[in-house]
């Protein structure tokens, strides 16, 4: 079973990253698509924080 988790490649916190293994695409095109969604208005900054406390952090042994 796939879980959702913050990644260890991150930039800022892991949350794109892990949205991207989770799906098994790019970190690249999640973190563009994020940025995106900030510049078109939507609450993108406020999401990320909240993903960000929300999201576990990956476990050492995988």
């Known amino acids: 079973m796939k879980k959702l988790y913050k990644s260890d490649n991150k ?8 949205i ?6 790019d ?20 999401a990320y924080i909240i993903c960000t406390l929300i999201f576990p952090n990956k476990p050492m042994d995988e």
């Open 27 to 46: 970190p690249t095109l999640i973190r563009l698509a994020w940025v995106l969604f900030c510049a078109l208005g939507g609450s993108g900054v406020l």
């Open 20 to 25: 991207a293994e989770y799906f098994s695409v």
């Open 11 to 18: 930039i800022l916190a892991g949350v794109c990253a892990g």
